[in-house]
């Protein structure tokens, strides 16, 4: 039996919005700063994924949310692709690593993977 369709890379975008429907019309807005051009997914992620995230995190309304934005984090830690798992570590949790506060409370919503590659990141960057 064959285990759960992996994202490519080329996916991603599409996926995000798919899965996180409030993300649609920031992603049209970002297309047309791209004057109809495909934003790459590190571009998408950090100016449109990360500041969902903090929103979420510093409304502290958004559990429910919170905890499918993390379950989707690890699945992308999950592929056997480099580039999905470089950008969620690059343009996701780089930037949510930043300030301490923010990390911490971060972190209370990740995934074992997630939680691992955030405390890398950390150690690689400093607090």
Not at 57 to 84: C, K, Y
């Amino acid at each position: 039996m064959a285990g759960p369709q992996q994202l490519s890379y080329s996916d991603l975008n599409a996926e995000l919005v798919r899965r996180f429907p409030d993300l649609g019309p920031g992603y049209g807005r970002l297309k047309d700063m791209w004057e109809g051009d495909e934003p790459g997914p590190h571009v998408v992620y950090g100016d449109l994924l990360v500041p969902y995230v903090i929103a979420l995190l510093e409304s502290g309304a958004g559990s429910p949310l919170l905890e499918r934005v993390f379950s989707f984090l690890e699945e992308l830690l999950r592929s056997e692709d480099a580039q999905v798992r470089d950008l969620v570590g690059a343009s996701v949790l780089e930037p949510l690593n930043q300030p301490p506060a923010l990390r911490q409370q971060a972190r209370r919503h990740m995934r074992p993977m997630t939680l691992a590659l955030s405390e890398q990141v950390e150690e690689v960057w400093g607090s």
